[in-house]
């Protein structure tokens, strides 16, 4: 139940980790995990789902409700529902599902961390600081942008993240720190390649994702540099820290550009690269990292100024991000929210979407 009166509304989720819904009255009626759609049996399985459950609560839409992001199957399949669409932007979704989940009104400040989502600016966004308003959102902040060399090989390949923010602070020096695992684990002939196609901006998208730093951090340390399956080099981050308890953390900057606030990772990486240089244990590396992860969320609410903040994203299915953030802002006077029932994940876009269609249908 949410508080709020929804008109009958239908869902379809995103593309990974999809979850459809479906709304009336008062009452969001979530799909179980369908999964990613990119098998003909998984989108068969997503569209048989979505007229179970319309059928089952006997439901007309008067919309449907989809992501922003105009190669998902499932906004392609909102298209040819024969129903009004509303395309929602990923990470406004995000923190409308904590926001439901939790009963929260506007204004918040929802932080929307994750691998990828669809920007505004046709970009790829996924550090994401969002003032939620009655009727929209403003994006007021994110983590400094950098690029990711080979496009999507990057989100399975956490070395190119690594190379992507090596770049963005080196520049073609990168080539050359050998002492680095994801540098050292590419020939000279493809870091030159790599370099070229940085400079010349050849597939290599923009991104401001908080998962691909995460990537990068964890191929620093030399944890993984490729991955079997979504999220592994970041969760060998967060188990590196093992037993390791300390409130040491790294410094970061906070800029202003064009009226949006930059949280810039720049200092942090440096600090990395001298620990490890100087044979620090990559847990108390880890450690240190996820602390100035919290530390930079609480440096952007006493910016931002809103009270409440809600949490979302699949950033925040780590256990020990999560529970650091909430101590210190807590500690800080602010009033955090996390999803407890609700995947933070893009298993839980459905429900902000709801809310979001609910908007613009008032």
């Given at each position: 139940?949410?508080?709020?009166?929804?008109?009958?509304?239908?869902?379809?989720?995103?593309?990974?980790?999809?979850?459809?819904?479906?709304?009336?009255?008062?009452?969001?009626?979530?799909?179980?995990?369908?999964?990613?759609?990119?098998?003909?049996?998984?989108?068969?399985?997503?569209?048989?789902?979505?007229?179970?459950?319309?059928?089952?609560?006997?439901?007309?839409?008067?919309?449907?409700?989809?992501?922003?992001?105009?190669?998902?199957?499932?906004?392609?399949?909102?298209?040819?529902?024969?129903?009004?669409?509303?395309?929602?932007?990923?990470?406004?979704?995000?923190?409308?599902?904590?926001?439901?989940?939790?009963?929260?009104?506007?204004?918040?400040?929802?932080?929307?961390?994750?691998?990828t989502g669809y920007g505004l600016d046709h970009t790829i966004w996924g550090g994401?600081?969002?003032?939620?308003?009655?009727?929209?959102?403003?994006?007021?902040?994110?983590?400094?942008?950098?690029?990711?060399?080979?496009?999507?090989?990057?989100?399975?390949?956490?070395?190119?993240?690594?190379?992507?923010?090596?770049?963005?602070?080196?520049?073609?020096?990168?080539?050359?720190?050998?002492?680095?695992?994801?540098?050292?684990?590419?020939?000279?002939?493809?870091?030159?390649?790599?370099?070229?196609?940085?400079?010349?901006?050849?597939?290599?998208?923009?991104?401001?994702?908080?998962?691909?730093?995460?990537?990068?951090?964890?191929?620093?340390?030399?944890?993984?540099?490729?991955?079997?399956?979504?999220?592994?080099?970041?969760?060998?981050?967060?188990?590196?820290?093992?037993?390791?308890?300390?409130?040491?953390?790294?410094?970061?900057?906070?800029?202003?550009?064009?009226?949006?606030?930059?949280?810039?990772?720049?200092?942090?990486?440096?600090?990395?690269?001298?620990?490890?240089?100087?044979?620090?244990?990559?847990?108390?590396?880890?450690?240190?990292?996820?602390?100035?992860?919290?530390?930079?969320?609480?440096?952007?609410?006493?910016?931002?100024?809103?009270?409440?903040?809600?949490?979302?994203?699949?950033?925040?299915?780590?256990?020990?991000?999560?529970?650091?953030?909430?101590?210190?802002?807590?500690?800080?006077?602010?009033?955090?929210?996390?999803?407890?029932?609700?995947?933070?994940?893009?298993?839980?876009?459905?429900?902000?979407?709801?809310?979001?269609?609910?908007?613009?249908?008032?």
């Open positions: 139940q949410v508080d709020a009166q929804l008109p009958p509304l239908l869902a379809l989720g995103a593309h990974l980790k999809n979850a459809v819904a479906v709304a009336t009255h008062t009452d969001v009626f979530p799909s179980q995990h369908i999964g990613d759609l990119e098998t003909p049996q998984a989108f068969e399985s997503f569209r048989r789902v979505g007229e179970d459950l319309l059928r089952l609560y006997e439901l007309k839409p008067v919309a449907v409700a989809c992501d922003a992001h105009p190669d998902y199957l499932s906004t392609q399949h909102a298209a040819s529902a024969g129903l009004p669409v509303v395309r929602v932007q990923h990470h406004y979704a995000h923190v409308l599902s904590c926001m439901g989940e939790n009963r929260l009104a506007a204004p918040v400040l929802g932080v929307g961390w994750e691998g994401e600081f969002l003032r939620v308003t009655d009727s929209s959102f403003q994006r007021v902040a994110h983590l400094r942008t950098f690029r990711l060399p080979g496009g999507e090989r990057a989100v399975k390949e956490p070395r190119r993240a690594a190379v992507g923010i090596l770049y963005e602070i080196l520049g073609d020096a990168f080539q050359v720190r050998e002492d680095l695992a994801p540098v050292r684990s590419f020939e000279a002939r493809e870091r030159r390649l790599l370099a070229q196609a940085l400079a010349r901006r050849v597939n290599a998208p923009v991104t401001s994702s908080a998962g691909r730093l995460f990537d990068a951090v964890a191929a620093l340390l030399g944890l993984r540099l490729a991955t079997q399956f979504e999220g592994q080099a970041a969760m060998e981050l967060e188990w590196a820290i093992q037993e390791v308890t300390t409130d040491a953390s790294y410094s970061f900057r906070i800029e202003s550009k064009q009226g949006i606030l930059i949280a810039d990772w720049e200092p942090l990486t440096r600090a990395i690269l001298a620990d490890l240089a100087a044979g620090t244990a990559p847990s108390v590396i880890a450690a240190r990292f996820h602390n100035s992860l919290a530390d930079m969320i609480v440096a952007i609410a006493e910016r931002v100024g809103e009270p409440t903040i809600a949490l979302s994203g699949g950033c925040f299915q780590n256990r020990y991000l999560t529970e650091r953030t909430v101590h210190r802002l807590n500690d800080a006077g602010f009033a955090p929210h996390w999803h407890q029932r609700v995947p933070p994940n893009d298993g839980g876009i459905a429900l902000g979407q709801i809310l979001a269609a609910a908007r613009a249908k008032e």
